[in-house]
């Protein structure tokens, strides 16, 4: 019997490069593939969340004669001020052994008012969010317990109180969004933009755009968000996912990015006025700088011939 012995040839050093090369090639064409397919499924995830959040709180104002819930509530009376960000959620954290209007105030924040529609707590929680603990000091006697769902999302507090059947134009006037960006807020609500309301005489509700308007009257300005802890405002590919009045869901693409750092964005659709890489460097205002130009309930920006002001006290085209 005879054996035949083959004998293989080993790869050579110049082979097991161009095999090395090639993988890696084909691992950066498809690593960026990935990451957008991850990325695309997030975007649709958050999408359907703020579409639920929209949807609840449809049924929610059916039951409260149209009227939107708190995006403010009263703080402590002998302080005289409202309270507008960073309200404990669930409502359960507050003790009913604290002050009366501590515990009826977190009761009647939107986000608590509206779980009984919604009955989860995760879906206020972005996928793409970076989370971030706050201190105890915003949750009374309570201190802050663990385990909470960090809190994404933020509601247009224009809307405090304010009737549904008075909006000019549901489907243009944004109530949930990515307020804050990435950062997500363990247990803890926020409004973005807020009105500014400094006293206890009387509500805390939108006035409307008018000259003059100052921070003496409860709701006649506002404020909010922009680079927040630099968690960054392009949450998916360089934008954003609204929620408006009429439950339509979108998502915006918004002018992130170094090459629009002198280049205005269009005030219709966009809140920030320009960009400093993935932050927002500037924000629009209505003529008048009294809101947010693109959260006003009571006029439709897409009709509208209005030169907005931004962020330093300029004028700028709105990009009609």
């Known amino acids: 019997m005879f054996w035949t012995i083959m004998l293989r040839r080993a790869f050579t050093l110049i082979e097991l490069l161009v095999v090395i090369a090639i993988i890696a090639i084909l691992a950066a064409i498809l690593f960026p ?63 009913v052994t604290d002050p009366a209007w501590r515990v009826a105030g977190v009761q009647s924040f939107w986000y608590n008012s509206i779980q009984p529609y919604v009955k989860n707590l995760q879906i206020m929680t972005c996928p793409s969010g970076s989370e971030l603990r706050t201190t105890g000091a915003y949750f009374g006697s309570a201190g802050q317990p663990a385990g909470l769902a960090p809190i994404t999302y ?6 405090n ?25 363990y247990g803890a609500g926020y409004a973005s933009p807020w009105l500014v309301c400094n006293n206890n005489a009387g509500g805390c509700r939108y006035q409307g755009t008018r000259a003059g308007c100052s921070a003496a009257t409860n709701g ?18 360089n934008g954003t996912v609204m929620s408006f009045a009429d439950t339509s869901t979108k998502f915006r693409r918004i002018g992130v990015g170094p090459r629009n750092v002198a280049q205005r964005t269009d005030a219709r659709t966009d ?25 006003r309930p009571d006029i439709n920006v897409q009709n509208i011939i209005e030169v907005p002001t931004y962020f330093d006290g300029g004028v700028d085209a709105p990009g009609l």
């Open 154 to 159: 933020t509601i247009n507090g224009l809307l």
């Open 161 to 185: 109180e304010y009737s549904g059947t008075a909006m000019e134009s549901p489907s243009t006037v944004p109530v949930y969004w990515h307020g804050h960006g990435r950062r997500s807020i």
């Open 220 to 237: 006649a300005t506002a404020g909010y968000t922009t680079n927040t802890s630099r968690r960054g405002i392009g949450v998916f590919a």
């Open 33 to 95: 593939v990935f990451a957008q397919a991850k990325d695309a499924a997030k975007k649709t995830q958050s999408i359907s969340n703020l579409k639920n959040l929209g949807t609840a709180t449809q049924i929610y104002l059916a039951d409260t004669d149209d009227v939107y819930p708190l995006a403010h509530v009263l703080g402590d009376p002998v302080g005289g001020y409202h309270w507008n960000r960073f309200i404990p959620v669930p409502a359960q954290q507050v003790p």
């Open 271 to 295: 809140p920030f006025a320009r960009y400093v890489d993935n932050f927002a460097a500037g924000r629009y205002w209505d003529s008048q700088s009294c809101y947010p130009y693109l959260f």
